[in-house]
């Protein structure tokens, strides 16, 4: 019944930028805090960023801090991370999640979600 699908992965150059969606189904979007994690080979999955249900709150990791932007479309069912000044580090399987609670906040940790996503390669290379 739940369902998360990540898409818009893909290869691009240092300093470019990509769009991820993250299409919902099963739930009602804006009830939930959405995630998205990153893993690099070898490295632990992180938390990239995350929006928050009621006021649309929004967290970023220091390292994407005013490069990535998370927005939700709840007509779409859809929340996206919009990348930017993409670097070689940025690199990893994204994936989205859901905090399947219904609190009002969203956080960067792996055990704040519930259900996740298969995942979207995004690569970084020149």
């Known amino acids: 019944q739940l369902q998360l699908v990540e898409s818009g992965g893909g290869l691009v150059q240092p300093g470019g930028s990509l769009r991820l969606s993250c299409v919902t189904a099963?739930?009602?979007?804006?009830?939930?805090?959405i995630g998205w994690f990153r893993q690099a080979p070898g490295k632990e999955r992180e938390g990239v960023s995350c929006?928050?249900?009621?006021?649309?709150?929004?967290l970023y990791a220091d390292s994407v801090k005013g490069r990535f932007t998370i927005s939700r479309d709840s007509a779409k069912k859809t929340v996206y991370l919009q990348m930017n000044s993409l670097k070689p580090e940025d690199t990893g399987v994204y994936y989205c999640?859901?905090?399947?609670?219904?609190?009002?906040?969203?956080?960067?940790?792996?055990?704040?979600?519930?259900?996740w996503g298969q995942g979207t390669q995004v690569t970084v290379s020149s």
């Open positions: 999640a859901i905090d399947l609670g219904y609190g009002s906040s969203c956080g960067l940790s792996f055990y704040d979600y519930n259900y």
């Open positions: 099963g739930f009602t979007l804006d009830h939930h805090a």
């Open positions: 929006i928050a249900s009621i006021d649309v709150n929004t």
